[in-house]
């Protein structure tokens, strides 16, 4: 039964997920935060239940516990993201931060992690391809949480062409903060092994917010150009991960 609830949890996640561009206003902003929970506890979960409860446990105290201070540390100063700030829409805040904005790092790290141990053997490489994994996740998130208002910046420019609202220095905080997150973990967790069978739910998740996200700028939101640029960024993860699978099971 515990192998499959990663499974079941996937399912629910991409029922919430499909009700987001089915809804606006409020309604919408409350689909984001059920998503991002729903993501949050599959992420860690998946940890648990396949390493073990230290492992879980480093993941939040790195990646929840590490994306409120960077994120409480960019509303303050500006820096590594820029000057930015939130609206209200996604509930209290903590130090400025709303509180599930920090589960939204351990969401995707985990698979990030995991779709770079199974691509990269050697430990450098995988801290880098793990952390290039969540950036490049990025590439579809703040065009699309901006677009509805949740945070905006003070000065967007430079900007990638075709995304006026998000600043150039924000993708590069966040490439510097997914490594440094990777190796703090790398370092406290230790050396994390495939488990046969016990992984794929997290690959499924990671290729899944892939394509979606692709489909979902491109055919749903109105933002092609964030749908071009994290179709290229995260494909550098999760293209190799699709012919991984495809190639070995």
Known sequence: MTRRLPWYGLGLLILAQICYPLTDGGARAAVTVTTVVLGYLLSVGHAALTRGPRVATVLVLVTTGGGLFVEAAGVASGVPFGDYTYSGALG???????????????????????????????????VGVAGVGLAAWDLFLDPQMVAEGYWTWSNASPSLPGVPDVPLGNYAGWLVVAVLMMTVFNGLAGPTAIVPGRDAPMYALYLWTYLSSILAHAAFLGLPASAGWGALGMGLVALPLAISLRVRG
């Open 92 to 126: 209290p805040k903590i130090a400025g931060v709303p509180w599930v904005i920090p589960l939204a790092w351990t969401w995707m790290a985990w698979p990030a992690w995991l779709a770079a141990v199974r691509l990269v053997r050697h430990p450098v490489l995988r």
